[in-house]
């Protein structure tokens, strides 16, 4: 068996067995030709016959932190180990560039990817939570004890590029931040926060301040997805709220926040309507 970088002659080897992985389908199809081409990152496929049996991809999100994603093996070729011989050169093509960490992100109910990473090497260093609802009308639910709300007594305002010192201080001090290692998602990847996310973010009015809360977003319609989410205890409910009565306000049709994995952040959560999927970051150190 071969290990090497994909090529476009690998792509509809690749589709025929990545097209139906799940029972919604797949995003590999749409994206392969993307990434073959993508010089920020590298997809490596197996080799076996002259035909692509395994896919994994890692892509740069700065340079020393590479994010790990898509792996893929094709159903009769499982228990060969080739997750874990894509894993290896993963690993060696991200040491090669000056990468100090490779993470990725696993569901905590996945037992199986969680055995297989730590037979590479990787650790979990963070347990992360993924609260999501629905918007544009006060959908009921259950966990936040089925009733809707009405507005919240906070409002969510665009913050300016004058504050970023004030986000950085405060997640990097916060129970939140903390608890995250510091650790932003931008969609389903996550690094590190430094000023300069948080100044772009105030530059398209992705900054948000809600009372002494702060709140990033990484995209607005048609999902209101926030990627960074500082608050305290006694504001978190209504900060959530907030955010909700803004995604309404803008027209979303959903909306997902990272959070820390905190039994009053979690509950927060959950009073507003949210439901809660928790999953793990893991790390592996170069």
């Known amino acids: ?28 199809p749409d994206a392969i030709e993307e990434w073959i081409d993508d010089r920020d990152g590298v997809a490596m496929v197996a080799i076996e016959n002259g035909e692509p ?8 999100l700065t340079p020393t932190e590479a994010w790990a994603h898509g792996v893929r093996v094709h159903p009769d070729h499982r228990g060969k180990e080739i997750a874990g011989a894509l894993a290896e050169a993963l690993i060696d093509w991200a040491r090669s560039v000056g990468v100090q960490v ?32 629905s918007v544009g009308e006060a959908t009921a639910n259950p966990k936040g004890n089925g009733v809707s709300h009405g507005p919240s007594t906070l ?28 650790l932003f ?5 996550f690094r590190t926060l430094r ?5 772009s973010a105030a530059e398209r009015s992705h900054l948000w301040e809600i009372g002494s809360s702060w709140a990033i977003t990484s995209s607005i319609e048609p999902s209101f997805q926030i990627a960074m989410f500082e608050t305290r205890p006694d504001e978190a409910y209504d900060a959530i709220r907030a955010l909700i009565d803004t995604a309404n306000h803008r027209g979303a049709e959903s909306m997902s926040i990272w959070l820390a994995p905190l039994d009053w952040l979690i509950q927060a959560a959950r009073r507003a309507g949210c439901d809660i999927d928790p999953s793990s970051i893991w790390e592996y150190a170069l």
């Open 1 to 28: 068996m071969e290990i090497r970088r994909a090529q476009h002659d690998d792509i509809p080897g690749i589709v025929a067995f990545t097209t139906d992985t799940f029972d919604w389908g797949d995003y590999i």
């Open 53 to 60: 049996v395994g896919l994994a991809r890692t892509v740069l």
């Open 102 to 133: 490779v993470r990725l992100l696993i569901e905590d109910d996945n037992d199986a990817s969680v055995r297989h990473v730590e037979k590479v090497g990787f650790r979990r260093t963070v347990r992360i939570v993924r609260a999501v609802r």
């Open 155 to 182: 409002k969510a305002k665009p913050a300016r590029t004058p504050d970023v010192p004030l986000v950085m201080a405060a997640w990097e001090s916060s129970e939140s931040g903390r608890a995250v290692r510091g």
């Open 185 to 189: 998602g931008v969609g389903w990847r």
């Open 195 to 199: 000023p300069p996310d948080v100044r």
